[in-house]
Nanobody
Framework: QVQLVESGGGLVQAGGSLRLSCAASGSILSSNFMGWYRQVPGKPRELVASITSGGSTNYADSVKGRFTISRDNANKNTVFLQMNTLKPEDTAVYYC????????????WGQGTQVTVSS
């Protein structure tokens, strides 16, 4: 059973930085899509940043210029989210997601890691 293991969440003051990591616990075929989502109580989960197998990235407008998504070049099944200049409104549970389309498709989610930004 493949699991996505997240780490790096925590409490930080506004203006600070955190780096989230997400790695697959088992061996999986390379992902077409790797993304970070976040969710606050009472609101739907939103896509924060994503990266494709070709290296194309996409960001929510609210985090552009502050967050950077990247993959580990040595281990393709690891993705990072560098979060700088954090704001209180970035407070949420952050989830990573790996997807693969085609014959050997999959859709894996991490368990979530709490990020809290104090003002």
């Amino acid at each position: 059973q493949v699991q996505l293991v997240e780490s790096g969440g925590g409490l930080v003051q506004a203006g600070g930085s955190l780096r989230l990591s997400c790695a697959a616990s088992g061996s999986i075929l390379s992902s077409n899509f790797m993304g970070w989502y976040r969710q606050v109580p009472g609101k739907p989960r939103e896509l924060v940043a994503s990266i494709t197998s070709g290296g194309s990235t996409n960001y929510a407008d609210s985090v552009k210029g502050r967050f950077t998504i990247s993959r580990d070049n040595a281990n393709k099944n690891t993705v990072f989210l560098q979060m700088n200049t954090l704001k209180p409104e970035d407070t949420a549970v952050y989830y990573c997601n790996f997807k693969r389309v085609g014959q050997y498709r999959y859709d894996y989610w991490g368990q979530g890691t709490q990020v809290t930004v104090s003002s």
